[in-house]
């Protein structure tokens, strides 16, 4: 079983910045890949931004330039920086784990974009 837990969210002023943490634990293989999804109330879960475990990277366009996703292996972390928050960006924010034909959500972090 996989476990993933997120933080990092909170209330930021437009403009801002936030980092937001997922954190992975139970039996990871070296194999897999996480992915940042974010959700309006009534609305669908969008991909944010991915990254394999080599590394490699990927984002939804309108996020392109403002979040940066990366990895910490040793510590079973990815992170989302996300700079130059706009309100649009209001959203709980949901990781997921992809590994060996299965994957995982974490409970969520909220993300208020607001002044």
């Known amino acids: 079983q996989v476990q993933l837990v997120e933080s990092g969210g909170g209330l930021v002023q437009p403009g801002g910045s936030l980092r937001l943490s997922c954190v992975a634990s139970?039996?990871?293989?070296?194999?897999?890949?996480v992915a940042w999804y974010r959700q309006a109330p009534g609305k669908q879960r969008d991909l944010v931004a991915a990254?394999?475990?080599?590394?490699?990277?990927d984002y939804a366009d309108s996020v392109k330039g403002r979040f940066t996703i990366t990895r910490d292996n040793a510590k079973s972390t990815v992170y989302l920086k996300m700079n130059s928050l706009n309100p649009e960006d209001t959203d709980d924010y949901y990781c997921?784990?992809?590994?060996?034909?299965?994957?995982?959500w974490g409970q969520g972090t909220q993300v208020t974009v607001s002044s």
């Open positions: 990254i394999t475990s080599g590394g490699r990277r």
């Open positions: 139970g039996s990871i293989m070296s194999n897999q890949f």
């Open positions: 997921r784990l992809f590994m060996e034909g299965s994957a995982w």
